[in-house]
C-alpha cells in the first residue's frame, strides 16, 4: 500500500515543477554514485586479481622464517614432521643471501636464493622463464636463473654463438671472526643458465641457484637454512595449517601466509579501495541533501491528501511511512539504474577492452574488472542506508503536522 502511495506521487505532476525536477535529480545523483562505486570497486578487484596472481608465482602459500635473526636449524626429523602435517603438498628449503653479481666490469646486487630439488614444486618461478632453461647446477658445477632486470643491468647473454657468461659472485661468510674484511666474504663462479619475468620488483632483484654451492659459499651447516617455502594441497585451509605447523615449530619461528609475505602491498591496496569508496560515499550525501528538499516541498504539495487520509482514520505512522516509502523509491530506482550503468560498462570493457590504460609500460593495455557479490550488496545496502536516513525527517514532519480540512 505505501509503495502504491509512493509511485503515485513520484509519477504524478505536481503544481510546481520543481518539485519533479529535484526528483528526478536525486535519481540521478544516486545512479551516478552507485555507477562509480561499483565501476571503482571492480576495476581494484580486476588489479587486485592480476597483482595477486604475479605475486603468486613468487611467494608459496606459507613460508616459515626465523623469529629472531637470519638462519635458523631444522633436524631432518622435525622437518619430517612438518611433511607429515596435514594440508601440506611440497615443501623447499632456502638459504638466502645479499651477494654482489659481477659479470666483466658490469655488476648488480643481488638476493641470491639457493633452492634445493623440491623448489619446482612449490614455486611458480620455473614456469616464469622467458630464455634458457630452468638449470641450477649442482655445489661444483653452480648455474644461475636471474631476473630480467638484473640480465640487463649485468649485461648477461644467453646467446647460444657465445658460450654461457661466467659470473663471479660475492657473498658474507656466515659468522666470519677474522678481522680482516675480504676474509669475511667469499666469491664463487656461476654459468647463467636462464632469464625469469615476473614483475619488477622480482626481476630487478632476485637470482636463483642450487642451495649447496650457496651453503658452502656462506659456510652453513647442513641443518641451517633461511626459509621454508611451503605449497599447500588445493583442499587446504590456509589458517589453520598454519597454526598447525606454528604449533608444531614453537615460538621460535614464524610462519607466514601468502599475503603477509606482503602486508604491505596488501594492505596499501585495500586503503586505495576503500578510501575511494569513501569519496564516492559523500556524492550520495549530497543526494541526501536534494531528497530531503524533494520530499519536504512534496508534503507541502499533499497537504490536502495527508489532511484527508487522517480525517479517514491515518495513524501518523501509516502517513510517515509513506512519504519514507517515497523517498525509498527514489533511492531504489536510482540505485537500479546506476548498478544497471555500471555492470553494462564493465561486460563492455570485458569484451570490447575499450577503456585502455596509458603509458603501455603495464602488462595489460587496459583496465581489468572484476565482479564481487559483496561489493554489489555493501553499495546498494550504503545507498538504501543513506536514502532511509534523508527520508526520515520530511516523513517524520509530515506525519506530525495537523492539517485541516476546509
Do not use: H
Not at 643491468?153 to 678481522?179: C, E, H, V, Y
Not at 632483484?205 to 633461511?226: C, M, R
Amino acid at each position: 500500500m505505501y509503495l502504491n502511495f509512493a509511485w503515485r506521487y513520484f509519477k504524478a505532476k505536481k503544481s510546481a515543477n520543481a518539485i519533479n525536477i529535484i526528483a528526478w535529480v536525486t535519481v540521478g545523483v544516486i545512479a551516478f554514485a552507485t555507477c562509480c562505486q561499483v565501476l571503482v570497486l571492480s576495476v581494484f578487484n580486476g588489479f587486485e586479481g592480476l597483482v595477486k596472481s604475479l605475486y603468486s608465482s613468487f611467494y608459496t602459500d606459507l613460508r616459515v622464517v626465523p623469529e629472531k635473526g637470519k638462519t635458523f636449524t631444522l633436524s631432518p626429523s622435525s622437518l619430517q614432521q612438518v611433511r607429515n602435517t596435514s594440508g601440506i603438498q611440497a615443501i623447499s628449503m632456502i638459504v638466502q643471501e645479499k651477494a654482489l653479481l659481477q659479470n666483466g666490469e658490469a655488476q648488480s646486487v643481488v638476493q641470491l636464493k639457493g633452492v634445493d630439488e623440491n623448489f619446482a614444486a612449490v614455486s611458480g618461478v620455473p614456469e616464469k622463464v622467458v630464455r634458457g632453461q630452468f638449470n641450477l647446477g649442482t655445489r661444483d658445477e653452480p648455474a644461475l636463473l636471474v631476473g630480467i632486470g638484473i640480465q640487463q643491468a649485468a649485461a648477461i647473454s644467453l646467446q647460444p654463438a657465445f658460450g654461457p657468461d661466467n659470473l663471479t659472485l660475492i657473498l658474507p661468510r656466515n659468522k666470519s671472526t677474522s678481522n680482516d674484511p675480504l676474509e669475511s666474504l667469499s666469491e664463487g663462479n656461476a654459468v647463467a643458465t636462464g632469464v625469469f619475468s615476473i614483475q619488477q620488483d622480482f626481476d630487478n632483484s632476485y637470482a636463483l641457484t642450487n642451495i649447496d654451492f650457496v651453503k658452502q659459499q656462506t659456510g652453513l651447516s647442513a641443518d641451517e637454512y633461511s626459509l621454508m617455502e611451503i605449497k599447500l594441497a588445493p583442499a587446504a585451509n590456509m589458517e589453520k595449517s598454519k597454526r598447525s605447523i606454528q604449533q608444531l615449530l614453537g615460538k621460535k619461528f614464524s610462519v607466514q601466509t601468502r599475503y603477509e609475505q606482503n602486508s604491505n602491498l596488501y594492505s596499501t591496496m585495500q586503503l586505495e579501495k576503500w578510501a575511494i569508496y569513501a569519496i564516492l560515499t559523500l556524492i550520495l550525501v549530497i543526494a541526501a541533501f536534494n531528497m530531503i528538499s524533494a520530499l519536504t516541498m512534496l508534503v507541502l504539495e499533499k497537504k490536502q491528501d495527508i489532511a484527508i487520509l487522517q480525517s479517514m482514520g491515518a495513524a501518523q505512522g501509516q502517513v510517515k511511512k509513506i512519504f519514507l516509502a517515497e523517498g525509498i523509491l527514489l533511492g531504489c530506482i536510482g540505485t537500479a539504474l546506476g548498478i544497471g550503468l555500471a555492470v553494462l560498462i564493465c561486460l563492455l570493457q570485458l569484451k570490447y577492452k575499450w577503456i585502455k590504460l596509458q603509458g603501455g609500460s603495464f602488462l595489460l593495455d587496459y583496465f581489468p574488472v572484476k565482479f564481487l557479490a559483496a561489493d554489489f550488496i555493501l553499495v546498494i545496502s550504503t545507498a538504501l542506508a543513506i536514502t532511509i536516513i534523508a527520508s526520515w525527517l520530511p516523513a517524520k514532519k509530515a506525519a506530525s503536522q495537523q492539517i485541516s480540512l476546509r
